[in-house]
Structures are given as structure tokens and as C-alpha cells.
């Protein structure tokens, strides 16, 4: 485990590989899982002020699903969920032939709405769990993800390089430089071993 600032972060983060396939696993996360997509109460607010302006980017049965549930419901566990479609794939997963993606980011890169997608969603395989005292950041394995565990290794990046940008945005850029200066001390003690 390595720490940083208020936070414990798994050496998967450093030691593992992932980059997304999107033509091999076809966005199935946003259509697989127990519940829908972690939101933080941030994200909520962002979600009901510009909910008219991302509606046009969703489907109609994705419209149809938050005019009856809300923009996020609670789930099992009592976290703050994005609402489903029929208990199934995420309210605001769309579609580009086979493969599912997200109608809140369609809505972000058309200038509609300032927020990009939920930070679970961007940081995914990367979990973060909030303690009292730390957030512990975590890789997530997840079957459907073998495709992206082997385009990351073949391309040999690791998950935090992948998840450069929702690392920064979550935790800030001293934050990822000094993952990334961990990173590297790692990796010179591992050479002179």
C-alpha cells in the first residue's frame, strides 16, 4: 500500500495493466453490475441542474427510467446510484451500434453540460472507499474487463497512467505527480534488486 496525502492507494494501481477496449468488451459496464453507477452528492446537484440539457443525448427509455426514479436513486448498500433501465443497463447508457456508452459524456463533448460523466465511471477499474480518516483507492477486478487487462498489457500501461485524467480531476495533479514519483522509485528499487 502506498500513501498519499489522506490517501491509501493499492500497488495494483502501479503494478497492473489496463487500457479499455471498447470494441471488444462493447461498454458492458454500463449494462452489467448490481446497481448503477456511484454518484457523490456533487454529482447529484450537477445531474438535476442540467438534466433537461443531457436529455437529448439519451435514449427514450433512459429519459423515460429518470422521469419515473429521479436522476439517481439509493441502492442496496444505501449509496447513490444512476437509475436503471428495467433493472438492467444504466439511464444514461446509449448506444453506438453494439457498444454502450455514456449519454451524459455525448452531452459534455456537444457543449451541453460542464460535468463529463460520473467520477465512479471515469476512474473505473479504480474504486475509492471513504473512511473517516482516508480514502482507500483500489483496483477493481471485474471479469468483462479482460480485454482492457490485455490491451494494457500489450501496450504496457499501467492502470494509473491509463486513468491519468480522472486521477487529476479526483485527487488533484500534486496528487497523480507524486503517484507517479512512487511509480518510479518502485520501479528503479525493482531494477537494482
Keep these: 500500500m502506498i500513501e498519499i496525502g489522506k490517501t491509501i492507494i493499492s500497488r495494483d494501481l502501479i503494478d497492473k495493466k489496463f487500457v479499455c477496449d471498447l470494441k471488444k468488451c462493447k461498454g458492458i459496464c454500463c449494462v452489467e453490475g448490481d446497481s448503477g453507477a456511484p454518484l457523490e452528492k456533487k454529482e447529484i446537484k450537477l445531474l438535476e441542474k442540467d438534466i433537461e440539457k443531457i436529455f437529448p443525448y439519451l ?67 479504480v474504486r475509492v472507499k471513504k473512511f473517516i480518516k482516508f480514502d482507500a483507492v483500489n483496483y477493481d477486478r471485474w471479469d468483462i474487463c479482460k480485454p482492457a487487462v490485455a490491451n494494457g498489457n500489450e501496450l504496457n500501461v499501467p492502470v494509473y497512467r491509463f486513468l491519468k485524467k480522472p486521477l487529476e480531476q479526483k485527487f488533484g495533479k500534486e496528487w497523480y505527480n507524486n503517484l507517479e514519483l512512487v511509480a518510479k522509485e518502485l520501479k528503479k528499487a525493482n531494477l537494482d534488486k
Design 59 to 125: 435514449r427514450e427509455e433512459g429519459r423515460k427510467a429518470i422521469e419515473e426514479q429521479g436522476v439517481y436513486v439509493i441502492d442496496w448498500d444505501s449509496e447513490y446510484v444512476t437509475p436503471l433501465i428495467n433493472n438492467v443497463e444504466c439511464a444514461y447508457a446509449v448506444f453506438d451500434g453494439d457498444i454502450a456508452l455514456c449519454g451524459i459524456e455525448k452531452a459534455y463533448f456537444a457543449g451541453a453540460t460542464t460535468f463529463r460523466k460520473p467520477i465512479s465511471c471515469y476512474l473505473y477499474p
